[in-house]
């Protein structure tokens, strides 16, 4: 590859991927003077979208063509929401950059100018998601509400709020943020008692492993506490062998040269949980990341995920979405 040559970019199609690969673009072009362009590419995940995500489940659902477009170098580099990279990355390809992370947090949106939170929705509000972490935590909260399995781009789960088809939705912050839509937001989830997906509000830039010039652009866009806190969750993640579509939360909060995790697993159906926390040195996130996930196994972690393991339904009460 001439240096004259643009850096190709792979990215999903949909307008929040789109809108963080230009991002990364727009901070590429800035650091190192190349040109950039995307290169738009179809997942699994993108094609499957009527069935709920804990159904078709599996590693990769969103990452798994991306990966072997970067193989057959067909793009230089790929942009991932971190949430839903595998722990387990494929031979041949490594995280070029993490950048500094967007607000991790989840958040309520309801109708149009109406402020609504999660104590003040009536009894069989319905309220949409596709996360079971999201749906536990929702249970967990509040039994009486109706939680409803709904996929699509941020915009099009809003737009069903909008519709009167449920009555509040909850997403990431982030997504929500990075799309220039804040004022929608009614209800921010606090991580005292709402701990977000392992990743959640980060970023993910791969690369091919032996390609150094890539890498070496990539590491200006590297933020050393996003990194530091994403590998301790991943690493949660990687102890219960619980990939990024069961419910299971986790948060590194960096602090000075030290890294707290809490982590946390729930059933679907709100009635059981159980949670860990820890601290460690910054430069250890793995270690802490396990320390914390063999807590959370020791405490009846795995016992939980062993019923929801993929293949297996959701036994929570979470319906379908029409559309």
Known sequence: ?????????????????????????????????????????????????????????????????????????????A????????????????????????????????????????????????????????????????PDLEVVDVRGNVDTRIAKVDAGELDAVVLAAAGVRRMGWTARISEYLEIGSWLPAPGQGALAVTARSRDRRTAGLLSELDHTETRAAVTAERTLLEVLDAGCRLPVAALGLPFGGGLRLKGLVAHPDGTRAVRAEGTGARDDARG??????????????????????????????QKRSAG
């Open 79 to 142: 942009v991932h929401s971190l949430k839903d990279l595998p722990t387990e990355l494929p031979s041949g390809i490594s995280i070029g950059a993490v950048p500094r992370r967007e607000d991790p947090r989840d958040v309520l949106i309801g109708p149009e100018g109406e402020t609504v939170t999660v104590g003040s929705v009536p009894p069989g509000a319905r309220i949409g998601t596709s996360s079971l972490r999201r749906a536990a935590l929702l249970r967990a909260l509040r």
């Open 288 to 317: 802490l990341g396990r320390r914390v996930g063999r807590e959370l196994v020791r405490r009846g972690a795995d016992l939980l995920l062993g019923t929801l393991r993929p293949g297996d339904r959701d036994p929570g009460n």
């Open 1 to 77: 590859m001439s240096l004259d040559d643009p850096l190709r970019i792979g990215t999903r199609g949909s307008p929040l991927a789109k809108t963080q690969s230009k991002w990364v673009a727009r901070r590429l072009e800035e650091a190192a003077g190349r040109r950039v362009e995307l290169t738009i590419i179809r997942t699994s995940g993108d094609i499957w979208r009527d069935r709920p995500l804990p159904e078709i489940g599996g590693k990769g659902l969103f990452t798994r063509e991306l990966d072997q477009a970067l193989l057959e170098e067909r793009i230089d580099l």
